[in-house]
């Protein structure tokens, strides 16, 4: 990759931000919060209340250019509420790649690359082994999701999901949340948590865009429970998310109950309001499929979230393209049935082969059979044979410093600027 290219993949996430400057107008003025920003957190919403809410959103808008203002609004509020706007300081990549191993079909690396100077995003790659690239890919942030001997992506069923789309043939980075896994620079406690992670996902988009064997028409990303906010914000500000599937957790009424989904204000300052059935329909016209539940606060999704959603793909003329599998007698998890969901939504809009899991005999007729579930040890990044670089940033200060720093650099600046006026 030539020097000019690389520095203009650095800036992507600058440009794509940039282009959401500038509050525009629209008739939905008396929706808006007539204070200051504000926390929306757990069930923040009563259910009626969260209908209403959604109702009222509706009525703003009837035409694309309708929902396009609003949703551009909703944009920037997210960015703003995080303190994303304007975007920090862009940084080289520096990928840390090893250990690879491999396995029936796909292999696995540990990995771990920079999103600010000093700050390390950490996770496993999964490379398919059969077809030829450019090959689709696929970005799997994890929940609050525990198990013993190691939770988040060390889970069995987070290497299971992983493993499979690889061998379905797609490129697939799985990575820590902050505070967990490899991510030990500061706690999952962080007070920035939320601006931290949405970062940290934009600049999975940069790596994946770092790769020459990925084809970036074709990016994915899915999620349950906080992985699923992960998903659905970073498809709501960054259009480089070709498909979303966000599970059990797209609700109107509840905003996630930790710092990491809510604990900055995202959903409601004095220019915007919104919820994250809402953020989720910003995703539009590109394919999402919402899994929801019955056992928790996604169990409305047929009757509430997703219709809401649907009727704004419907303004594109793509009603087609979203879709809600609703499993109401299942609960919070990201199990085989919703993974069996999740694969073919991918295979027909990634053009993934599903044939190279199918198997009619097996649960859903998807044989996740000839996946190896690897210790915790082989995944982390970090050991005694790869630690951390010495340059790795110490404390919450200068974890926050560094976040919080922006371009200096006059033609970073001005080729944001040109950018932002295309």
């Not at 959401?20 to 957190?41: D, I, K, N, T």
């Not at 061998?167 to 697939?172: L, N, S």
């Not at 920035?192 to 770092?210: N, T, Y």
């Amino acid at each position: 990759m030539s020097r000019k290219r690389t520095f203009l993949c650095l800036l992507r996430p600058v440009f794509m931000i940039m282009l959401l400057f500038g509050l525009s107008s629209s008739g939905e003025g008396r929706q808006e919060s007539a204070g200051g920003p504000e926390l929306c957190q757990g069930n923040y919403l009563s259910e009626p209340a969260a209908r209403h809410q959604l109702a009222e959103f509706a009525r703003g808008y009837s035409t694309v250019a309708e929902w396009r203002a609003r949703a551009q609004r909703v944009r920037e509020g997210i960015l703003r509420g995080a303190g994303l706007l304007p975007p920090p300081n862009n940084c080289a990549l520096n990928p840390i790649v090893h250990s690879r191993r491999d396995h029936d079909g796909y292999s696995v690396e540990n990995v771990a690359f920079e999103s600010l100077p000093g700050f390390f995003v950490t996770g496993n790659l999964y490379r398919p082994k059969l077809g030829k690239p450019p090959y689709a890919a696929v970005l799997c942030p994890h929940g609050h999701f525990t198990y013993p001997g190691g939770g988040g992506r060390f889970r069995p069923d987070m290497q299971v999901r992983c493993a499979m789309l690889a061998r379905m043939g797609a490129v697939v980075f799985s990575y820590d949340m902050v505070g967990w896994g490899d991510s030990t620079q500061t706690t999952h406690d962080h007070p920035l948590v939320l601006a931290l992670q949405i970062w940290d996902s934009i600049r999975c988009l940069d790596f994946l865009e770092s790769l020459d064997e990925v084809d970036m028409r074709r990016v994915g990303i899915t999620g349950a429970s906080g992985g699923g906010t992960q998903t659905f914000l970073l498809a709501a500000v960054d259009d480089r998310v070709a498909v979303s599937v966000p599970v059990v957790m797209v609700s109107a009424h509840f905003f996630g109950g930790c710092n990491c989904e809510s604990g900055m204000p995202i959903h409601r300052s004095k220019f915007h309001i919104t919820n994250n059935a809402d953020i989720a329909a910003l995703t539009a016209p590109r394919p999402q499929l919402l899994l929801s539940c019955g056992e928790d606060w996604t169990k409305n999704n047929p009757q509430v979230e997703f219709p809401y959603v649907q009727n704004v793909y419907r303004l594109f003329g793509a009603a087609d393209k979203v879709e809600n599998v609703h499993l109401a007698a299942e609960g919070h998890d990201y199990g085989p049935s919703k993974r069996a969901a999740a694969f073919k939504f991918f295979a027909r809009h990634l053009g993934l082969d599903l044939s190279r899991v199918a198997d009619p005999v097996c649960y859903e007729g998807i044989d996740e059979n000839r996946i190896t579930i690897e210790r915790p040890d082989r995944l982390h990044v970090f050991d005694d044979h790869h630690p951390r670089p010495s340059h790795a940033l110490k404390g919450d200060e200068a974890i926050t410093a560094a976040l919080q720093a922006r371009p200096e650099d006059p033609e970073q600046v001005r080729l944001s600027r040109i950018y932002a006026q295309r």
